[in-house]
Antibody
């Protein structure tokens, strides 16, 4: 059974940093591209970042470019999101989501984690 | 950036009724359009991929159609468990984008 478990969320002050993790199990992690998608309270879904299976392809939303860094450790079956210079508008539930292949061409989300809440407030 | 416009924003429907949700893309995206269902306090769930391809385990009352810029999600014979917000999503080009969502309420 595919499982994605996010962790690392919490309360942080504006300008602060946070590192999210996503532990994957139930599939060959190194064969799949991975993604972060967020959802502000009461709002819709917003794509944040994507990384291909071998980290060869990395993409960011303009809203986080230069502040967030996506990475993965295939040996540890883990996906990460380093978030710096956090702003109030980054407050959201952050979901880890799997793409259906490691192919750099397929970028929809076939499995999602339960999400971790990040709150940016003074 | 490809903008996806969903309509309606909200729909209140009686059980067994048919529901139609539309998603319009600001430019042609071929069939790179996917649909998700998100129930309250749950993570989104993939319903339809590539505009019309079914997903294993998803009830057959959910179907999708369309290509280019106009897409439709249809729920035939709505059931109480279908109360949720539905989102379209395009994977034709980065940045990946979602529609604003359609909330379906059961009367």
């Amino acid at each position: 059974e595919v499982q994605l478990v996010e962790s690392g969320g919490g309360l942080v002050k504006p300008g602060g940093s946070l590192r999210l993790s996503c532990a994957a199990s139930g599939f060959t992690f190194s064969s799949y591209s991975m993604n972060w998608v967020r959802q502000a309270p009461g709002k819709g879904l917003e794509w944040v970042s994507s990384i291909s299976s071998s980290s060869s392809y990395i993409y960011y939303a303009d809203s986080v470019k230069g502040r967030f860094t996506i990475s993965r450790d295939n040996a540890k079956n883990s996906l990460y999101l380093q978030m710096n210079s956090l702003r109030a508008e980054d407050t959201a539930v952050y979901y880890c989501a799997r793409a259906p292949s490691g192919d750099y061409k397929e970028w929809y989300f076939d499995y999602w984690g339960q999400g971790t809440l990040v709150t940016v407030s003074s | 950036e490809i903008v996806l416009t969903q309509s309606p924003d909200f729909q209140s429907v009686t059980p067994k009724e048919k529901v139609t949700i539309t998603c319009r893309a600001s430019q042609s995206i071929g069939s790179s359009l996917h649909w998700y269902q998100q129930k309250p306090d749950q993570s989104p769930k993939l319903l339809i991929k590539y505009a019309s391809q079914s997903i294993s385990g998803v009830p057959s009352r959910f179907s999708g159609s369309g290509s280019g810029t106009d897409f439709t999600l249809t729920i035939n014979s709505l059931e109480a468990e279908d109360a949720a917000t539905y989102y379209c999503h395009q994977s034709s080009s980065f940045p990946l984008t979602f529609g604003g969502g359609t909330k379906v309420e059961i009367k």
